[in-house]
């Protein structure tokens, strides 16, 4: 069970990482560019769509762009604080995983605003951009929930455990002055029993 936890806080830790680096320089792009990233011929078909069927006009584009570049640099942040978290051990497992799927909602919902157009006009070729950062989500959502499963499995065996290995307190005959008690004593150890030293 510890390997498979090991394994999947890898992977997730992995997805969270593509998502930093990746989206974390496209936004970066999209704000060191004067067109707002709408010199790249995908992203300005995106934006050109978002404004047409909003009838921006072409400032309202390139404010468009710009919130598109927010939206991405949101989530950069957003998983650069869950690795951060997660490598030092900062803050304990539920915090972390609510950070996680707050990432992953904001990716879904970046994502569905930007594909908002396209599936409108019926570009289903333009929608294959998305399909590699959508199936990361999925595949990182259900890591997640059988982390969490394991870890919750994990914990209950451990206080399970714990309880059954408690020393059981039992009324037995005290040692008789200074005369030893070996046998006394290895009975009680067996049993798990207290026993009084005096």
């Not at 051990?89 to 930007?114: C, F, K, P, Q, S």
Request: proline fraction near 4%; charge should be positive; glycine fraction near 6%.
């Amino acid at each position: 069970m510890e390997r498979l936890s090991n394994s999947i806080s890898i992977i997730v830790c992995g997805i969270a990482a593509y998502f930093a680096l990746h989206w974390g320089s496209e936004a970066l792009v999209i704000f060191a560019s004067p067109l707002h990233g709408m010199d790249k011929p995908a992203f300005a078909h995106i934006v050109q769509n978002f404004a047409r069927m909003l009838n921006l006009t072409q400032d309202g584009a390139i404010i468009c762009a710009a919130a598109f570049g927010a939206a991405k640099l949101g989530v950069m942040l957003v998983f650069a604080i869950y690795l951060a978290r997660r490598i030092t051990g900062i803050g304990n497992r539920e915090a972390n995983y609510d950070l996680l799927e707050t990432g992953l909602i904001l990716v879904v919902a970046t994502i569905a605003a930007m594909a908002l157009p396209l599936v409108l006009e019926e570009s289903a070729t333009a929608l294959n951009q998305f399909r590699v950062p959508l199936w990361l989500v999925g595949l990182a959502a259900t890591f997640t929930m059988v982390e969490r499963a394991v870890t919750s499995e994990t914990a209950s065996r451990t206080t399970t455990w714990a309880r059954e290995t408690q020393p059981i307190p039992a009324l037995l005959p005290r040692q008789r002055g200074r005369v030893s008690a070996m046998r006394w004593n290895l009975l009680r150890q067996q049993a798990n029993v207290e026993f009084d030293r005096r």
